[in-house]
C-alpha cells in the first residue's frame, strides 16, 4: 500500500493576496490540483483539500485557510487527521534568497525567517518535513522584504511565471515518486 503525501500549498487566503509573491506555494499546488482533476473543498483542518492520485501516488493537496504565519496549525491537524508522520509532507513556498523562477527543495532545515515554515515547524514540532521552495528573488533597492511579498509579480515576471509554476509542480511529481536526491539533480538547475 503506496502512503499518501501531503502536499500545502502556503499563501494567504482570499482575492487580495492570490498574485503575491508570498502565494507561490498556492498557485503551484493549483496547478497539481489540475493536473490532477481534482477540485477544491473545505476540510474540518482548516484546509480546502484536493485528493486524488498525482504522478501514481496517493496525495491530498492543502491549502491552509489561515494567514501565511498561522500554517502550521492546519498543515499538522491534516497530518494528525490522516495520521501521517512529518516525513510524509511537502511544503511548497516562496524563497527570498533563491533567484526568481529558480525551485530548490530539502529536507528539514532552518525557516530562514518565512513565518509560514516557522509556524509548521512549531505545530509539527519537527523540522523534518520536505519543503519545495519557488525562487522569488531578493526585493530592489531597500524595499522591505514583508512589503515585496505582499506585492504582486513584476509585468516581466508574470511572463516567466506559468513556465517557473510548471516546473515547480514538476520537482514536486519527481520529489514524490523518485525522491529527493533525484529531484535535487534535476532541478537544482537555475532556469534558462
Same mark, same amino acid.
Given at each position: 500500500?503506496?502512503e499518501?503525501?501531503i502536499i500545502a500549498g502556503?499563501?494567504?487566503?482570499g482575492?487580495?493576496?492570490? %498574485?503575491?509573491?508570498?502565494? !507561490?506555494?498556492?498557485?503551484?499546488?493549483? $496547478?497539481? *490540483?489540475? @493536473?490532477?482533476? +481534482?477540485?477544491?473543498?473545505?476540510?474540518?483542518?482548516?484546509?480546502?483539500?484536493?485528493?486524488?492520485?498525482?504522478?501514481?501516488?496517493?496525495?491530498?493537496?492543502?491549502?491552509?485557510?489561515s494567514?501565511?504565519?498561522?500554517s %502550521?496549525?492546519p498543515v499538522a !491537524?491534516?497530518a494528525?487527521f490522516?495520521? $501521517?508522520? *512529518?516525513q @510524509?509532507?511537502? +511544503?511548497?513556498?516562496?524563497e527570498?534568497?533563491?533567484p526568481?523562477?529558480a525551485v530548490?527543495?530539502k529536507?528539514?532545515?532552518g525557516?530562514?525567517?518565512?513565518?509560514?515554515?516557522?509556524?509548521?515547524?512549531?505545530s509539527l %514540532?519537527?523540522r523534518?518535513y520536505?519543503?519545495?521552495?519557488?525562487?522569488?528573488?531578493?526585493?530592489?533597492?531597500?524595499?522591505d522584504?514583508a512589503a515585496?511579498?505582499?506585492?504582486?509579480?513584476?509585468?516581466?515576471?508574470?511572463?516567466?511565471?506559468?513556465?517557473?509554476?510548471?516546473?515547480?509542480?514538476?520537482?514536486?511529481?519527481?520529489?514524490?515518486t523518485?525522491?529527493?536526491?533525484?529531484?535535487?539533480?534535476?532541478?537544482?538547475t537555475d532556469?534558462?
Amino acid at each position: 500500500m503506496d502512503e499518501r503525501w501531503i502536499i500545502a500549498g502556503l499563501g494567504n487566503p482570499g482575492p487580495a493576496y492570490a %498574485g503575491t509573491r508570498h502565494n !507561490a506555494g498556492q498557485m503551484v499546488l493549483a $496547478l497539481l *490540483a489540475e @493536473r490532477m482533476g +481534482a477540485r477544491f473543498r473545505a476540510h474540518r483542518t482548516r484546509n480546502d483539500i484536493a485528493e486524488g492520485r498525482l504522478a501514481g501516488q496517493t496525495v491530498t493537496l492543502a491549502r491552509p485557510q489561515s494567514y501565511m504565519n498561522l500554517s %502550521g496549525g492546519p498543515v499538522a !491537524a491534516l497530518a494528525a487527521f490522516y495520521k $501521517l508522520p *512529518a516525513q @510524509r509532507i511537502v +511544503a511548497l513556498h516562496d524563497e527570498l534568497d533563491i533567484p526568481f523562477g529558480a525551485v530548490r527543495l530539502k529536507l528539514g532545515g532552518g525557516d530562514n525567517g518565512h513565518n509560514g515554515l516557522r509556524s509548521i515547524t512549531a505545530s509539527l %514540532g519537527t523540522r523534518d518535513y520536505y519543503r519545495v521552495r519557488f525562487g522569488i528573488g531578493r526585493p530592489p533597492g531597500r524595499m522591505d522584504p514583508a512589503a515585496f511579498v505582499l506585492r504582486d509579480f513584476s509585468p516581466a515576471e508574470c511572463k516567466e511565471l506559468p513556465l517557473a509554476v510548471d516546473r515547480c509542480a514538476d520537482a514536486v511529481q519527481t520529489l514524490i515518486t523518485k525522491g529527493l536526491a533525484e529531484a535535487q539533480n534535476t532541478y537544482h538547475t537555475d532556469p534558462a
